[in-house]
């Protein structure tokens, strides 16, 4: 036994100190192994992992071979397989762009990010949607894994800065901005999400002049990015309600205007304080790109949802719900973790 | 002059408000403009006289009587009201469950707690959208053919067309039973209140206790028995192939509410979890040296300090509930959405009136929640002077 008796004792200590504590440890290994035995043995012992088509799957187990066969799929959606470079060629760019941010300091860091924000998102465009010199696809082709990062990503880029813009017109001493916020964020935050992501599809298309298009995809990240946007707002706002006020006096009894005080005083701190609660929100707004599914956009839940269709692989609804779930579960609970250390870090410095 | 207008804080305010009113109005006036010009384009109609159409569109599930022929507002209130009982059932057993989950995370048993942890860090990383297609695809589709339901007692029976309980005929006595029960409880009230001043006044103790186990327990269950004795009951038979008979509450509905209890209760439990450990162990402590028993330290000092905490985050849970119950579109759970902004869309085309009709429904049910809840967290709160 490699237990150290310490840790051993330890260990009765927690589950077998007392009968009663026994007794309820018995019942809850009992239960826990009763669940968990035949999902093990479906999932692993009984499942196959290596062949072609269905009629290689053991019957009794799980048939891995199905993810495997449509992993590009999943990956991609029906993205040509001749153009993959180019997403994955914008992730290593916006990776390469990105890490050293982590590592910068001060004023390079800052100058990095912006160039970031103002390349990399155009970068993408170009790249994933094709034009000027690439083969153009269209976003009907766009799907998986990649097209739920995109939109996450490209709905937190109107959200984030919408956000804050809400967050700041709601503490604004102008009455007219503080009640169009306050309208903006509570009509906002009062809809489900479902609702609105319909109400862009249908209602974008009648409010532009005849003959100008909003592109399907650009509708449903429009509609999420202004939910997101309200929700952020109230994340902004607890850390802008988290600053002592002298913070603000001090800046304008030094001459500092309005602009010049929220830019380099109030907002840096604030952001500082609410970036935990942002990034909840983003997290929120990662298990919400599911919801572009009720307009036919296929993102990765998309996806496994329709490959069930499939009468060469059918009875595969277990396989593609535990695949799309796991990496669900892997991407939020990632920025669970990194937001819970950032809340534990604390502010710093001021 | 006109420099002393520049730098005069008043007038720049005005500005600045007057140039975004100006923006707003115009950004309006382009929108309704194309929308009305878009629509005579496409002959979309406008006005509400499309609600009194007849609907001609089959729900599946409905309390309120709603037939094909009936008309499209009809159609609303079928809608409406299956988004308001789903949500009802999802708050009142999520809030059970969380709260066992909470309790459970709080225990002193590692076991217990870790597995309750466990399940919240599970729930909480999952898009909903998920727990919804995968109970309705994945658990409900995989029940049994009707012929060989689950069944408990031969009364209730489960498989993959839906859960079929006992259906009460016509006449139920059921509305007096509520009614006992309402004025049972009510009674129960008045008498702990009295009991209170009677022993501020006179110190005397009344049995609460005793007459609130008559009251709250064996007089509503008298009053149900009573209720479902007299009543007649279409049970649920056996067929060859399918069941007849009884009342058939639909997959979609039994796979929506599973999937909003197990989600919200990850939510409730860390909202539980939170609650109660936000109460300072020095009030435990101070309690137990003053003489009060566990059960009475729970009751008087622990939970009235850990609901301060957990009502306003609560309220949001309702509220997410409430929206999230739209989730049921996605498996075409007859809901407000799927019904109105799904089908009576899709035979009328009048987007702006249904879309707007909709959101009025949830921003109204929204503020009834949060009224209640701010009501109820008045009447908690930390009483200053």
């Known amino acids: 036994m490699s237990a150290t008796p310490g840790s051993l004792r330890l260990w009765r200590k927690r589950l077998f100190s007392t009968p009663a504590q026994t007794a309820i440890t018995l019942a809850i290994a009992a239960c826990v192994i009763w669940l968990l035995t035949p999902f093990m043995r479906w999932a692993l012992v009984n499942a196959t992992w290596t062949g072609e088509t269905r009629a290689d799957c053991a019957p009794g187990g799980a048939c891995w071979v199905f993810i495997r066969a449509r992993f590009g799929q999943f990956m991609y959606g029906f993205y040509p397989v001749a153009e993959r470079w180019r997403p994955n060629l914008f992730g290593l760019v916006s990776l390469a762009a990105i890490a050293p941010l982590f590592v910068l300091t001060g004023r390079a860091r800052l100058r990095l990010a912006i160039a970031a924000l103002l390349v990399l998102p155009p970068l993408g465009v170009w790249l994933i949607g094709g034009g000027y010199g690439l083969a153009a696809v269209e976003t009907r082709a766009w799907g998986g894994l990649m097209l739920t990062l995109f939109i996450a990503i490209y709905a937190g880029l109107i959200a984030v800065p919408l956000g804050i813009l809400l967050a700041l017109g709601r503490q604004s001493r102008l009455p007219l901005i503080r009640t169009l916020s306050v309208v903006f964020i509570e009509f906002w935050r009062g809809v489900p999400i479902i609702a609105v992501i319909f109400l862009a599809s249908l209602l974008l298309p009648l409010v532009m002049p005849a003959g100008v298009g909003v592109d399907r995809l650009a509708r449903a990240i429009i509609g999420l990015g202004l939910v997101i946007a309200a929700y952020m707002a109230e994340a902004v706002r607890g850390g802008l309600q988290a600053l002592p006020r002298g913070q603000a006096e001090a800046a304008s009894a030094l001459g500092l205007g309005y602009w010049q005080t929220t830019g380099l005083i109030t907002l840096p701190q604030a952001l500082r304080i609410s970036l935990p609660a942002m990034t909840n929100e983003f997290i929120a707004l990662v298990k919400n790109t599911t919801l572009v599914l009720v307009v036919s956009i296929l993102d990765l839940l998309g996806i496994a949802q329709s490959s069930l269709a499939d009468p060469a692989w059918v009875g595969m609804n277990m396989e593609a719900y535990l695949f799309a779930g796991t990496i669900y579960w892997l991407i939020c609970f990632a920025l669970s973790r990194w937001s819970r250390s950032l809340e534990a870090g604390g502010p710093k410095g001021h | ?385």
């Not at chain 2, 509450?249 to 909003?260: Q, T």
């Open chain 2, 1 to 385: 002059m006109l420099r002393r207008l520049f730098y005069d804080a008043r007038m720049r305010d005005l500005f600045w408000q007057v140039v975004i009113s100006a923006a707003l109005v115009g950004l309006t006036v382009f929108f309704v403009r194309n929308a009305s010009q878009n629509m005579v384009n496409a002959g979309i109609a406008s006005g509400f006289d499309f609600l009194w159409r007849s609907a001609g569109i089959d729900v599946p599930f409905t309390l309120t009587g709603y037939k094909s022929s009936d008309n499209i507002l009809a159609l609303f209130w079928a809608g409406v009201t299956n988004t308001v009982f789903v949500s009802l059932i999802s708050m009142l057993l999520a809030t059970l469950l969380g709260f066992l989950i909470g309790l459970a995370r709080l225990s002193s048993h590692w076991l217990l707690s870790a597995i309750a942890g466990a399940y919240v860090e599970f729930v909480r990383n999952i898009p909903l959208l998920f727990f919804v297609l995968f109970w309705y695809f994945g658990v409900i589709a995989a029940l049994p053919q009707p012929r060989d339901s689950l069944s408990l007692f031969s009364a209730i029976f489960l498989n993959n067309r839906g859960l079929t309980v006992p259906a009460a005929t016509s006449g139920a006595p059921f509305p007096w039973a509520l009614a006992v029960i309402v004025l049972a409880f009510t009674a129960q009230w008045l008498v702990s209140r009295l009991a209170v001043r009677r022993k501020a006044e006179t110190g005397a103790d009344t049995p609460v206790l005793a007459i609130g186990l008559v009251l709250c327990v064996l007089v509503p269950i008298a009053a149900l028995v009573w209720a479902a004795r007299s009543t007649g009951w279409d049970m649920p038979q056996a067929g060859r192939f399918n069941l007849r008979g009884g009342f058939v509450i639909i997959p979609e509905f039994v796979a929506l509410l599973a999937a909003l209890v197990t989600y919200t209760a990850g939510f409730v439990a860390e909202i539980v979890r939170g609650g109660i450990s936000a109460v300072a162990k020095g009030q435990r402590e101070a309690a137990a040296s003053l003489g009060l028993k566990p059960g009475q330290i729970l009751r008087f000092v622990v939970i009235p300090q850990a609901m301060r905490v957990m009502v306003p985050p609560m309220t949001s849970q309702y509220l997410n509930v409430l929206k999230n119950s739209s989730f049921g579109a996605a498996i075409a759970y007859p809901d407000v959405v799927s019904l109105f902004m799904g089908s009576a869309l899709n035979d009328t085309g009048q987007a702006i009136e249904i879309i707007a009709m909709t959101l009025a429904v949830y921003l109204f049910f929204g503020l009834i929640v949060s009224a209640l809840m701010n009501w109820y967290n008045a009447r908690i709160a930390v009483v200053t002077r």
